[in-house]
T-cell receptor, first 109, second 118 residues
Framework: GDSVTQMEGPVTLSEEAFLTINCTYT??????LFWYVQYPGEGLQLLLK?????DKGSNKGFEATYRKETTSFHLEKGSVQVSDSAVYFC????????FGAGTTVTVRA | DAGITQSPRHKVTETGTPVTLRCHQT?????MYWYRQDPGHGLRLIHYSYGVKDTDKGEVSDGYSVSRSKTEDFLLTLESATSSQTSVYFC?????????????????FGPGTRLTVL
């Protein structure tokens, strides 16, 4: 079945550091890919998405590129802020959403 | 923000008691979902609905039932709560979106219900 594997963390960074969260997937079809973010005490919010190979999703300084050849959708941000502290989930959607386990990111001032 | 509310937001109950969680939407979306979130597991789908009175099981449906009698409401019932059902429960809604020739399913999440079963 469809599945998502992401680096588990936790990840702790200093402000202005570079962030990468790895995500790889297994799917029998041709899924769309998503990154969701969950801030403390809140529900999940869509951060960005990509619906086909080589698409780049971007939002709030975060980027991820849909790589079909490596079945990956790694999340990157060039300069993180304290407000980026959250749990990040990679997900794929074929006929339903399948989530990775989540990566907790803490950014220190 | 998508109009999704969940009630109650917090609940503590005892093993063996029935519990019903409610999800209400004002977006008139066709699809509604119930997930549970547990450390190390991400979100796991319990049940989902693709229309009024149309529901199906997800990957962790044992011990749960759902009902959808109106487009805007999706109820999750634990018939006899167990300690293993202590979790945070999220409702989500979606409609299909289209990007070029691709159809995708973007979901919007409610604020969650924290359930503790003692």
């Amino acid at each position: 079945g469809d599945s998502v594997t992401q680096m588990e963390g936790p990840v702790t960074l200093s402000e202005e550091a570079f962030l990468t969260i790895n995500c790889t997937y297994t799917a029998t079809g041709y899924p769309s890919l998503f990154w969701y973010v969950q801030y403390p005490g809140e529900g999940l919010q869509l951060l960005l998405k990509a619906t086909k190979a080589d698409d780049k999703g971007s939002n709030k300084g975060f980027e991820a590129t849909y790589r079909k050849e490596t079945t990956s959708f790694h999340l990157e941000k060039g300069s993180v802020q304290v407000s980026d502290s959250a749990v990040y989930f990679c997900a794929l959607n074929d006929y339903k959403l399948s989530f990775g386990a989540g990566t907790t990111v803490t950014v220190r001032a | 923000d998508a109009g999704i509310t969940q009630s109650p937001r917090h609940k503590v109950t005892e093993t063996g008691t029935p519990v019903t969680l409610r999800c209400h939407q004002t977006e008139n979306h066709r699809y509604m979902y119930w997930y549970r979130q547990d450390p190390g597991h991400g979100l796991r789908l319990i049940h989902y609905s693709y229309g009024v009175k149309d529901t199906d099981k997800g990957e962790v449906s044992d011990g749960y039932s759902v009902s959808r009698s109106k487009t805007e409401d999706f109820l999750l019932t634990l018939e006899s709560a167990t300690s293993s059902q202590t979790s945070v429960y999220f409702c989500a809604i979606s409609e299909s979106g289209t990007s070029g020739t691709r159809t995708y399913n973007e979901q919007f999440f409610g604020p969650g219900t924290r359930l503790t079963v003692l």
